[in-house]
């Protein structure tokens, strides 16, 4: 199909969203933008975070992912399982008994002012570097396949992108990103459906027989036994168990959209409805994966695992309408964990960094720099997808599951030691607590695994020799959150005080 075909549904989706978000930013204040009024339905807020918690790279990476790491991914999803119970029956009726706009007040009134300083920090740094490699990996898919047939260079199709995201979340907040979510999310699933059905008819079978071809090649493995190999399955499942409390339960941006439901009740039945469906969907993508593969050997079609679907989606031996859906889908699949980062965060600078709910100026000061906040935040998110294309990772999960490992680790660490003991911090050490340990899991994690990090810093450590002598072939997988939260949770211990308070 044509790029300006294509490039028109993009253009006529961005106004679609523009139009949603007029209707419901209107009469829209600080505490909309924050918390929706805790007005919000518990279905949409459910349905809506299933595409915030996929994303774009969930729906090309982990497609992508699955010729050479099988369905082991789904290990991970198992973790995601144990971890949403988590959330749903510890944190969620914390938060709300706290009846908390940030999740991050929790540990000003456990420990003090600075460690709410230290949550909001690490929240920041993860969400900011997730967030635009996420958006980046969408970015350089359009680029890729419509916009540079346009002659449209990279830079002005991240600018346009992000000035649409900020348009449409700039007034509303939480209140408008609730409907938007919810419509890209339709988008987004009716897109993996539909080209699953393509896709499988192309190849001449049905579901059960492209499930058994699959089988033949070894793809629909699902649980990695070798202890020794990142992906063991007690490690992934554990690994998925507490990426899910920290990413989801720890993360101001999912919990801002859960704790804008009415009541506990309610936002509890938003969270398990949620994993349900979760759960399927990403069988699904993994399923997709399979089905790519085997079409990309039928054809002797060659791309990188990032590419691969595009590549066959937008392809001639597909449909105009099966390009145009991909395209809906995967900007369907960007937007809600775009719009969503970027109104977390500013509503995490604004509460927990600037106090902005305890500040006593007026409402439209306050709104004044609510504003500023946000426009920053989107010229970060520029500046940093630049940062990624200048890098050029093709396999970028892979990096966020990592990076969310270390930089999440403290969060679980002090969340965890505010919730299990009942001991006070010697608030001088927690910051430097919270930067040794993820720091040091950083390098046991090197040590661990020195080749992936030479892959990706393209250079040589020299480390091999010494990494299986310490760990002999053992790799440190998605359990690296784990050992990181460990690490602080001991550090925080070494620095409490004897003096004991009534956990909160």
Known sequence: MSPIILFSFVIGYFLLLLTVAWFTSRGSNNESFFIGNKKSNWMLVAFGMIGTSLSGVTFVSVPGGVGSGNFYYFQIVLGYLLGYLVIAFVLLPMYYRLNVTSIYSYLEQRFGVEAHKIGASFFILSRVVGATARLYLVINILQIFILNKLGIPFVVTTFVILLMILLYTFEGGVKTIIYTDTLQTTGMLLGLVVCIFAIIKSLGTDFSGALSLMNDKGYTKIFNTDIKAGSFFLKHILGGMFIAIAMTG???????????????????????????????????????????????????????????????????????????????????????????????????????????????????????????????????????????????????????????????????????????????????????????????????????????????????????????????????????????????????????????????
């Open 250 to 504: 720890l993360d101001q941006e999912m919990m801002q959209k859960n704790i804008s439901v009415k009541n506990l009740k309610d936002s509890q039945k938003n969270m398990m409805s949620f994993t349900a469906v979760l759960v399927v969907v990403n069988f699904l993508f993994l399923f997709l994966g399979g089905i790519l593969y085997l079409y990309a050997q039928k054809m002797n079609i060659q791309a990188a695992p990032d590419d691969l679907f595009p590549t066959i989606a937008l392809s001639e031996a597909f449909s105009g309408t099966i390009g145009v859906l991909f395209i809906i889908a995967l900007i369907s699949a960007l937007f809600p964990s775009v719009d969503g980062a970027i109104t977390s965060l500013t509503s995490c600078f604004c509460i927990d960094i600037l106090s902005l709910n305890k500040n006593i100026e007026d409402e439209a000061v306050k709104k004044r720099k609510r504003l500023r906040v946000h426009l920053f935040f989107a010229i970060l998110f520029f500046l940093l997808v630049l940062v990624f294309k200048a890098i050029n990772d093709k396999l970028i999960i892979d990096f966020i599951l990592k990076f969310a490992g270390i930089t999440y680790g403290p969060l679980l660490g002090l969340f965890a030691f505010g919730i299990l003991s009942n001991k006070k911090l010697n608030h001088q050490w927690i910051w430097m607590v919270c930067v040794v340990a993820p720091i040091f899991v950083l390098g046991l994690d090197v040590l661990s695994s020195p080749e992936w990090y030479e892959k990706k810093l393209h250079l040589s450590l020299g480390l091999n020799e010494l990494s299986n002598r310490i760990f002999n072939g053992y790799k440190i997988g998605n359990e690296l959150i784990l050992i990181n939260g460990m690490c602080t949770f001991l550090g925080l211990f070494l620095i409490s005080k004897k003096e004991k308070l009534p956990a909160l």
